[in-house]
């Protein structure tokens, strides 16, 4: 929450990131669930307190009447603004200021809202003061525990919240009871506006003290680990924040109970492939480390987009100009992984992010390089198990399942022929209930053109160039990834994606696909890469 000290009221602490999306999610869920259980209290409040007032006071009362008109009235509008803050929070995206602005206003309209019958009709409603009192308590209390915040931060808005309440006790109620001697009432209610301050205080000063301690165990050198990303059976990937460069950062890391010596030396090997690799398709590697405690970690570049499994399952096939026009972005990747003797074996849509980059909309990035297989290195053969099926089913080629010790570039191409696919039709060029029959279908069934599939006709060149990438026989596929993206470039009858269509395309649907990624719920689930020893299952 703010700092109240050494900082402005519109900075948030490092706690509680709101630079961050994790951080404004996280502040933004709190707030909606301190405004759902405000609004339940007082509804429940407001039933119970009216059947009391109808079994205990006589109906003819005409002041008890208006009163109780008037308080109702009241109640009833401060409740549908807690259910207001509630339904406000809960999609979307608030900004900053809006989301301080809901942690100040809460006690503060509590107390305001706690005040103004006891002003109205000061004396006269019995116990209506100790309401007061319990409403002003409960409000401070529920913030400190529902909205994490520093201490003094927590103090400081409790001591606002409760200037209506004090105010009145000592202008209104003390004077209007006639008592003699010392305004007892009024002293009580100030000691125990402040009690209750100093014990959200005292709370506030022990969650935010936990949730610094998980802030801190979650560091990593000069990396703080903040939203996970996704994970896979070589590491979990975090979104993370460079403590002196302040720039978000995707952390990949290799947890100690995974780090057997092959783990540690696959991941390794990951990351040095990764560093060779300059493409601007690329994702783009910035630091390896070790933790003390034996996290061994590397930093590549943070995304911030939609991968192609989750761009065709949020908006359906794409047009054929965007199919060609990321086809080749990732063609051009895999060309230079390929001259260095590397094969990616993973290509697949959700390996593959859509994002904007130097101010340019609708870049590909190809990721995850874990099952690399570097064809010119002497250890090779050990670290890539070259007896053992790797790769995700959906996009596995022929030879990866008969004879993955023979595997070559050609294999990523089918792969891209299958992910091309994929954007063009909406569904998997072979979609089965088990692992056996999708690599049957791999193995012998001649896939259906995108066009059957989807139902309407396509440019016939591009679903050329996309069989042609399908074939069984790796020799009858374009046989690198620069043809690929040549035959590609020559299609008849595909339009230009130019970059004004990309930044269209992005104004509508940007606000769309940041929403998504504040709701983890919402995020599919891409089909996990498989590993299937050969040898083991002919034993």
């Known amino acids: 929450m703010l700092d109240a000290g050494a900082r402005s009221a519109g900075t948030w602490s490092t706690v509680v ?41 006589p109906a003819g009362s005409l002041f008890v009447s208006r009163a109780r008109g008037s308080t109702t009235a009241l109640q009833v509008g401060v409740d549908l603004l807690y259910g207001a803050m509630w339904l406000g929070c809960r999609r979307g995206r608030r900004s900053r200021q ?25 004396g006269q409603i019995p116990g209506l003061e100790w309401v007061m009192l319990l409403g002003v308590t409960h409000a401070q209390i529920a913030r400190a525990v529902f909205v994490p915040s520093p201490p003094a931060r927590t103090v400081v808005v409790g001591l606002v919240a409760i200037v209506p309440v004090v105010f009145t006790a000592w202008v209104f109620q003390a004077g209007a009871v006639g008592e003699a001697g010392p305004p007892l009432f009024a002293i009580s209610t100030t000691a125990w506006a402040l009690v209750s301050v100093a014990g959200a205080g005292v709370i506030s000063n022990v969650i935010y003290g936990l949730r610094r301690r998980v802030r801190e165990a979650r560091q990593l050198g000069q990396y703080t680990l903040q939203e996970k990303l996704g994970e896979g059976g070589m590491g979990v990937v975090y979104r993370a924040r460079h403590a002196m460069l302040r720039r978000p950062t995707a952390i990949k890391l290799l947890p100690p109970q995974k780090a057997g010596q092959q783990n540690l030396a696959r991941f390794e090997r990951e990351v040095q492939l990764t560093a060779q690799l300059s493409h601007p398709n690329t994702v783009s590697v910035f630091d390896y480390g ?94 890539t198990n070259l007896d053992v099926i790797k790769g995700t089913p959906l996009y596995l080629a ?8 023979r595997l070559d570039a050609r294999a990523d191409l089918y792969a891209l022929g299958a992910v091309g696919y994929y954007l063009l039709a909406g569904v998997n ?13 791999h193995l012998h069934t001649r896939p259906m053109p995108p066009s059957i599939r989807l139902g309407r006709a396509l440019p016939r060149d591009l679903e050329a160039v996309l069989l042609a990438c399908l074939e069984k026989d790796p020799a009858h596929r374009p046989q690198s990834a620069d043809d690929v993206a040549a035959h590609l470039a020559m299609c008849v009858g595909v339009d230009d994606w130019g970059e004004g269509r990309a930044r269209d395309w992005w104004a509508r649907h940007g606000e769309r696909i940041r929403e998504s990624r504040t709701q983890p719920e919402a995020r599919p689930s891409s089909p996990p890469t498989m590993s299937v020893d050969l040898v083991s299952r002919a034993d």
Not at 28 to 52: E, M, N, W, Y
Not at 105 to 110: E, I, R
Not at 312 to 333: D, N
Request: proline share 6%; with cysteine; hydrophobic share 50%.
């Open 290 to 383: 070790r933790t003390p405690d034996g996290v061994v970690y590397y930093a590549m570049e943070y995304l911030e987009g939609i991968n192609l499994e989750a761009l065709v399952k949020e908006f359906g096939p794409q047009e054929p100009a965007r199919v060609v026009h990321i086809l080749k972005q990732v063609a051009g990747s895999l060309s230079e992984a390929h001259e260095i003797g590397l094969i990616h074996r993973d290509v697949k849509p959700a390996n593959i992010i859509l994002c904007e980059r130097g101010g340019v909309p609708d870049v590909a990035k190809v990721l995850d390089f874990g099952l690399a297989k570097d064809l010119e290195a002497a250890g090779g053969a050990t670290l």
């Open 429 to 441: 060029v072979f979609e089965a209930a088990t692992l056996v029959e999708v690599c049957s279908h």
């Open 398 to 405: 022929p030879e990866a399942i008969t004879a993955p010790e």
């Open 17 to 57: 990131d709101l630079e961050s999306e994790e951080g404004r999610s996280f502040v933004q869920d709190r707030l909606a669930f301190l405004g759902k259980v405000a609004f339940i209290l007082t509804s429940t409040f407001i039933v119970l307190a009216h059947l009391a007032l109808w079994l205990t006071v």
């Open 98 to 122: 809006t989301l301080a602005a809901l942690d100040v206003g809460f006690p503060v309209l509590v107390g305001a809202t706690a005040a103004l019958p006891v002003i109205l009709w000061p």
